[in-house]
């Protein structure tokens, strides 16, 4: 006992633990036998570098706009030449109107190619069926917003003109093409299709709804829909 087997040529050997050098058991520890040496800790205690600390935050603008809660914003081109980008704020507020949050000129904005030509072919085709007009929503919230193009499209969100039935269904068109931009409604009758704290998503030349409450306002909706203009 004590002796091993001779081992191939270039393997090192390591002497056998004797009694010594074996670490006392558990059964030792517990009865108090033995001394016990503190492990290694797994992890050790190091000064961090402030300077090497990166924390994403919002740095505050000049500009102010006016207070809102549950709008949204949209990237959209304006009208005219030289071409610009307006970064618009939809809802939120009592007000009707889009409030200008940003504005870049000319080679400000990198333009890319249309990532929904299709669909923004049906929403030309849309609104030359429709009647615009200058106002567009008035106070709604926790509606969703994609931008299409020329278009921002709106859809569903809670009312804060009415006291009852305050859950929407309606498809608002932002058509920013000409100077003055106009607003384009297209109701639903639909009830299931009632949607408050939803989103849209831009994928694949088709707009798609997901999540958010249905009429009620507090039932979760776990149907995802697809924007069919029948056109």
Known sequence: RGERSALPAGVPSCPLPTAASRPPSRACHQRGQGNRQDSPPLFRTTQLRPELLHTPSYKEEGCHTASRSGHCAALLPTSGHPPAHQLLL???CNSAE???AGHWGQGKIKEEPPAAPRLMEQLARLVSTG????QGPRGL??????????FAVLFGGETLTRARDTICND???????KSPSLWFHFPSADHGLKRVGHRTCLWNDQLYLVGGF???GRTPRPQVCVLDLFI
């Open 90 to 92: 939809f809802g939120g």
């Open 98 to 100: 889009p409030e200008v």
């Open 131 to 134: 009647q615009g007009s200058g």
């Open 141 to 150: 919230r926790h509606h969703s917003c994609s931008v299409v193009g020329p």
């Open 171 to 177: 498809l608002y068109v932002y058509d920013t093409r």
């Open 214 to 216: 249905g009429e009620d």
